[in-house]
């Protein structure tokens, strides 16, 4: 077990379907707003960035991989 954050630079999504496509657990779109939004996580009101920290990054690695944009960052 150890910790990660994953993060979205939630406004440079374009809203592909990608991350919810290949990790639906962690990852949900939003049809009206036409972006995807990271389940569970913590919103900066300013900057809109979705953060959420996790003990397994599980299918999140392949979500960032594959997102067109690279907007989801594991750190
Ligand atoms: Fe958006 Fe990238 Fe997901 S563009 S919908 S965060 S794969």
Known sequence: IFMAK???NHEGCIGCGTCEALCPK???MDHEEGKANLIGARI???TKEQTLKVDDIGC???AA???PVQVIHII
Do not use: E, M, Y
């Open 6 to 8: 994953i993060i979205q």
């Open 60 to 62: 999140n690695q392949d």
């Open 65 to 67: 991989d594959c997102c």
């Open 26 to 28: 962690f990852w949900k």
């Open 44 to 46: 900066d009101a300013k």
